[in-house]
C-alpha cells in the first residue's frame, strides 16, 4: 500500500498532461464560467510481488482520470462524490490494485460547456476473456446533480421519444442479421444471433442513458452480450438532432438552450 502512495504522489506532482477540455476532450486552457476546468492525470498502479509471481502479465494497470475544478465549493464536492473510482465501476484504486483483471482505465470528455459536462469512463481488462465496460455522467455544472431523462424530456411524450429510439435500434438488429447473410455466416450462427436480439427492446428505463454534443443526443444502448456473442452486438449509439427532439425537449431545462 506505501508503494501504491508512493507512485500515486509522485504522478500527482507531475501531471502528465494538464489541459483545460472543451467539448472534444483535449484543447487550450479557455476561461472558466459554463464549464469546468478538467485536468487529464495518469497513475500506473504497480500490483504487489505475490500477484506478480502469479500473474507476471498483470505486473502494472495505468490508470487516467480526470481531475476536475472551477466550480463553486458545493458543486464541486458534488461532482467530486459522483467522479469517485468507487462510484463509476464499484471499485476503488486500492481494489484494482489487489485484483489482477485491470489493464487500462480512461475517461473522455463529450461536452463541457453550457453549464453541462458530458463524460464517459471505459475500463478494459482480462480474466477468463479480455472484456471491456463504460459508464457515462452527465451533470449539471449549476448544482452538481447527474441529469436525467425527466429533467430533459416532456413527460407526457418520453414514451414516444422511448419508441423512436427503439425502431433505431430494430433497424440496426435487422442490419447485422443481413450483414451477417450477406457474408455468408455459418446458419448456426445466424441463429444465435437472430435469438439474442429477441429480447431487445429500447424503453422509458433505458431513455435517463444519453450523451449530448452540440448539435444533438445520442442514446445509449447496452445489450449485455456475453463474450461469446459480442462480435454479434449492435453498437446502441442512436443519434438524434436537436431540431428532431424539439418537441420532447423541455424548453426550461438543462437542455432548453439547445432549441433554436
Not at 28 to 47: H, P, S, Y
Not at 179 to 196: F, G, N, P, W, Y
Not at 211 to 218: M, Q
Request: proline share 4%.
Amino acid at each position: 500500500m506505501q508503494r501504491l502512495i508512493l507512485v500515486f504522489v509522485t504522478l500527482l506532482g507531475c501531471a502528465v498532461l494538464t489541459t483545460s477540455v472543451g467539448q472534444s476532450g483535449v484543447g487550450a486552457r479557455t476561461n472558466v464560467g459554463d464549464r469546468a476546468i478538467i485536468q487529464r492525470r495518469k497513475l500506473v498502479l504497480i500490483r504487489s510481488p505475490e500477484l506478480v509471481r502469479r500473474f507476471p502479465h498483470k505486473k502494472r494497470a495505468v490508470v487516467t482520470y480526470p481531475v476536475v475544478s472551477g466550480l463553486s465549493p458545493a458543486v464541486q464536492r458534488r461532482v467530486s462524490s459522483i467522479l469517485d473510482f468507487k462510484n463509476i465501476f464499484d471499485y476503488s484504486l486500492k481494489d484494482y490494485r489487489e485484483d489482477t483483471w485491470l489493464d487500462e482505465f480512461d475517461y473522455v470528455v463529450n461536452h463541457n460547456g453550457n453549464n453541462l459536462l458530458d463524460i464517459t469512463f471505459s475500463q478494459s481488462g482480462s480474466g477468463a476473456y479480455p472484456d471491456d465496460h463504460s459508464r457515462h455522467f452527465l451533470i449539471d455544472l449549476r448544482n452538481g446533480k447527474v441529469i436525467k431523462a425527466a429533467d430533459v424530456f416532456v413527460t407526457d411524450r418520453m414514451a414516444q421519444l422511448a419508441t423512436n429510439v427503439n425502431q433505431k435500434l430494430q433497424a440496426e438488429l435487422k442490419t447485422i442479421l443481413q450483414e451477417l447473410s450477406d457474408s455468408k455466416t455459418d446458419a448456426e450462427d445466424i441463429r444465435i444471433a437472430r435469438e439474442a436480439q429477441e429480447p431487445l427492446r429500447f424503453t422509458l428505463e433505458n431513455l435517463d442513458n444519453f450523451s449530448i454534443g452540440r448539435t444533438g443526443i445520442t442514446f445509449l444502448y447496452d445489450a449485455g452480450y456475453p463474450h461469446a456473442i459480442q462480435a454479434f452486438e449492435p453498437v446502441g449509439h442512436y443519434f438524434f438532432s436537436y431540431s428532431e427532439l424539439k418537441p420532447y425537449i423541455k424548453p426550461d431545462g438543462p437542455l432548453g438552450q439547445f432549441l433554436h
